[in-house]
């Protein structure tokens, strides 16, 4: 209750935290000795740690706080003055954009191409076909291919088979931590790569088509009707 105890419970609100904002109540968290990062509402993060002791160290309740506050509802709109003051937006005055990661990216696209495995449980599986670690199979784009013909698994990224030797391409394009070593999070980079693959990778061409074999998108009956359900489908 007065030690270990509620140093874990710091850590685990931190973590949540930097999973919605993108930047931890604490800003190194991997490091909260006399070298790491001061908190910047350390009020919050005490108070955030004795919710979740006193809910029982569940999760979920806390996750459930965090996206009900005002901080994480603000939009991006900018303020100029409190942007002069805040340019990092330390204090939160209003909302970061924030990216996918390379899961959720990936698990988008099957998602809206109606073709994700929501299956839950199971044994790890290899998110692409390859030949040998780092030899990528040839793939030829047809028409009449098929996920076991173009080599990708459509079940959720969670469930991938992780050789560090072999990263599947999203994660390597898109800021994957490095499996060798522990990270506390992950850096956002941006990079021509990432634009590339979103145009040529073979697992988002075929996306494009099975999005557009989805039957409700086939029931549509003009092309400004189909335009809408692909909106309403993507966003």
């Not at 490091?31 to 002791?53: M, R, S, Y």
């Not at 079940?155 to 060798?180: C, K, M, Q, S, W």
Request: hydrophobic residues 40%.
């Amino acid at each position: 209750d007065h030690g270990a105890g509620q140093l874990l419970a710091r850590v685990i609100v931190n973590r949540l935290w930097q999973h919605h904002f993108g930047l931890g109540l604490v800003a190194t968290p991997n490091d909260f000795g006399v070298q790491g990062a001061k908190p910047t509402h350390p009020e919050l993060l005490d108070w955030l740690a004795a919710e979740l002791i006193r809910g029982g160290w569940r999760l979920k309740p806390i996750h459930q706080l965090i996206m009900t506050s005002r901080a994480y509802q603000q939009d991006t709109s900018a303020d100029a003055a409190k942007q002069k003051a805040d340019p990092a937006n330390a204090l939160l005055a209003r909302r970061t954009p924030r990216r996918l990661e390379a899961e959720a990216i990936r698990d988008s696209l099957l998602f809206v191409s109606g073709v994700l495995d929501t299956n839950m449980f199971g044994k790890p599986v290899p998110l692409a076909r390859s030949q040998g670690r780092g030899q990528r199979v040839s793939m030829v784009l047809e028409p009449t291919h098929r996920p076991q013909d173009i080599g990708y698994t459509t079940r959720r990224t969670v469930y991938g088979l992780i050789d560090r030797a072999d990263l599947p391409e999203v994660f390597n394009h898109f800021d994957f931590a490095n499996p060798e070593m522990p990270s506390g999070r992950r850096y956002e980079t941006t990079v021509p790569q990432q634009a590339l693959y979103l145009m040529n990778s073979p697992l988002v061409v075929e996306q494009a088509r099975n999005l557009v074999a989805r039957p409700d998108f086939k029931a549509c009956s003009t092309d400004a009707d189909k335009l809408r359900r692909l909106y309403e489908i993507l966003y």
